[in-house]
């Protein structure tokens, strides 16, 4: 009598991710097993809320580094004053610096690697994100100098408080974001021929 050859209830199937008969039986396809991944390349909303929310502590350092505010970056007494003009230029000078610091990090995060470029609603989600952290980084600012600087008489100039002059400064932040995510996009070294990513 011969003897029937016991099925095997898992069978063997050839190893290497992706194949398409890698699933124990009775399970559902592969595809309707695995939910699909995010795309890298699409980022999520809070990853824009991330980016304005970083105008808070760009404002506070506007008002703890610059002329009168805390002044901690000159350390020139006479610049402590929002009485005095010569103040006027070098704090707004500061936050133009602080944007262009945050705007080229949020650039080249925004960049992404040599396997992953950023799609155009990324980089327009990172530039309109960091439009509003400069709105933000200034709102702190002012208000910051309202809540702990000393009291000054803005009544024969709005600038004599702690505040912005130029206003085309709040344009820094998003501009320094577009131009890194350009560059770091043309100047990126390409893959090599058959890398993979991980």
């Not at 999520?44 to 580094?65: Q, S």
């Not at 262009?100 to 080249?108: E, R």
Request: aromatic letters at 8%; a negative charge; proline letters at 10%.
């Amino acid at each position: 009598m011969t003897q029937t050859a016991a099925q095997d209830p898992f069978p063997q199937q050839a190893e290497g991710p992706g194949h398409p008969d890698q699933r124990l039986p009775g399970a559902p396809f592969a595809d309707d097993a695995v939910p699909d991944a995010p795309d890298p390349g699409r980022a999520p909303w809070w990853w824009g809320a991330v980016i304005a929310a970083a105008g808070i502590p760009v404002g506070l350092l506007w008002w703890v580094l610059a002329p009168s505010g805390l002044n901690l970056l000159s350390g020139d007494p006479a610049l402590s004053s929002g009485s005095n003009t010569s103040a006027w230029l070098p704090r707004d000078l500061v936050l133009a610096g602080l944007f262009l610091l945050a705007g080229c990090i949020t650039g080249t995060l925004v960049s992404g690697t040599r396997h992953d470029e950023p799609t155009t609603r990324t980089v327009a989600l990172a530039v309109a994100s960091a439009a509003a952290g400069a709105l933000i980084a200034w709102g702190v600012g002012v208000l910051a100098g309202q809540w702990w600087g000393e009291p000054q008489d803005a009544s024969a100039n709005a600038s004599t408080a702690f505040s912005l002059r130029s206003y085309q400064l709040l344009a820094v932040w998003p501009a320094a974001v577009a131009l890194a995510a350009f560059l770091g996009i043309v100047f990126r070294k390409p893959a090599p021929a058959g890398e993979t990513t991980a």
